[in-house]
C-alpha cells in the first residue's frame, strides 16, 4: 500500500508562485516516477509534469517554463514549484506515483487525495 499525500494549495493572485508538496508513504515500494496533474471543474484531469528516479523532468506545454519539480529520495517527496500563475491554473493539484514493489517488482501506479489551487485575477 502506497498512501501520498499533497500540502501547499490555498488561494493565490495572479502572478504569484506556489509550492506544492507531496509526501509518500511507501514501505516496501521504490518511486519510479512522481507526476502531477490537475483537474478543473468541467475538464478531464491533465498531466503537468513528472519527474522520473534520475532527476529527469517533462512537462506539458501548458505549464511549461512556470513549474519547476523536485525529488527527495530519501524522503521520498516530491515537490513542484509554479509560477507566474494564472486564473485559468485554478484546479485541483495531484500527486502521482508510479512504484515497483521491492519484493514482486510489479509495477503500480497511485493517487493523493488532492489540493485546491485557486488563482484569483
Known amino acids: 500500500q502506497v498512501r501520498l499525500v499533497e500540502s501547499g494549495g490555498g488561494l493565490v493572485q495572479a502572478g504569484g508562485s506556489l509550492r506544492l508538496s507531496c509526501a509518500a508513504s511507501?514501505?516496501?515500494?521504490?518511486?519510479?516516477?512522481f507526476g502531477w496533474y490537475r483537474q478543473a471543474p468541467g475538464k478531464q484531469r491533465e498531466l503537468l509534469a513528472t519527474?522520473?528516479?534520475?532527476?529527469?523532468?517533462k512537462s506539458a506545454d501548458s505549464v511549461k517554463g512556470r513549474f519547476a519539480m523536485s525529488r527527495d529520495d530519501a524522503q521520498d517527496t516530491a515537490s513542484v514549484e509554479i509560477f507566474r500563475l494564472k486564473p485559468e491554473d485554478t484546479a485541483v493539484y495531484y500527486c502521482?506515483?508510479?512504484?515497483?514493489?521491492?519484493?514482486?517488482?510489479?509495477?503500480?501506479?497511485?493517487w493523493g487525495q488532492g489540493t485546491q489551487v485557486t488563482v484569483s485575477s
Open positions: 519527474i522520473d528516479s534520475g532527476g529527469r523532468t
Open positions: 502521482n506515483a508510479v512504484v515497483r514493489s521491492t519484493f514482486s517488482s510489479e509495477i503500480t501506479e497511485w
Open positions: 511507501a514501505n516496501g515500494f521504490s518511486i519510479v516516477t
